[in-house]
T-cell receptor, first 114, second 111 residues
């Protein structure tokens, strides 16, 4: 059973560019959450997708957007990249409606903005 | 969401028991306490979750006093591979829950 997968593993962009990160959830999971983790910090919640809709959003600007596909996979898009967007981007999947819901994380995408 | 406070770092040696305490004074009635482990350049991994008293699994034990204002993650006989950041999280952990991470505790296990 494959766990959560993310692509690409690493990415280098320059300021002002746009980036798309991809995530495939664990088998049987229908909910995908995205987190940003800056160096030395804990992951910070960006948003969560369920049934192809954004259900919850953290304190991130509109430059951060996402999408969920019918097969539950998800994309994170960041426009007009800033140096401060350099971070490890983590995707976590879970099953909606499950009490005491454990979230399974992928290995992350390391984004470097120059 | 209840805020958590835990030590920034801890040091230990192989074979020792390690106890990491987390303070969560404002924990709500519906909140559960969950611990995650994270190795460098990897995503966090669920370790253990509890509501009250004691919970034990094959990896760790979680001790929660009656007032639930703190909790202690206990790692028995740590090895070098237990070197990681450990996060204490508090929340209702419902079906649509999101996770609020602090800075965690960096545990360094030495030979």
């Amino acid at each position: 059973d494959a766990g959560v997968t993310q692509s690409p593993t690493h990415l280098i962009k320059t300021r002002g560019q746009q980036v798309t990160l991809r995530c495939s959830p664990k088998s049987g999971h229908d909910t995908v959450s995205w987190y940003q983790q800056a160096l030395g910090q804990g992951p910070q919640f960006i948003f969560q997708y369920y049934e192809e809709e954004e259900r919850q959003r953290g304190n991130f600007p509109d430059r951060f957007s996402g999408h969920q596909f019918p097969n539950y996979s998800s994309e994170l898009n960041v426009n007009a990249l800033l140096l401060g967007d350099s971070a490890l981007y983590l995707c976590a999947s879970s099953r909606a409606g499950v009490v005491h819901n454990e979230q399974f994380f992928g290995p992350g995408t390391r984004l470097t903005v120059l | 969401l209840a805020k958590t406070t835990q030590p920034i770092s801890m040091d230990s040696y192989e074979g020792q028991e390690v106890n990491i305490t987390c303070s969560h004074n404002n924990i709500a009635t519906n909140d559960y306490i969950t611990w995650y482990q994270q190795f460098p350049s990897q995503g966090p991994r669920f370790i253990i979750q509890g509501y009250k008293t004691k919970v034990t699994n094959e990896v760790a034990s979680l001790f929660i006093p009656a007032d639930r204002k703190s909790s202690t993650l206990s790692l028995p006989r740590v090895s070098l591979s237990d070197t990681a950041v450990y996060y204490c999280l508090v929340g209702d952990m419902g079906g649509y829950s999101t996770l609020t991470f602090g800075k965690g505790t960096m545990l360094l296990v030495s030979p």
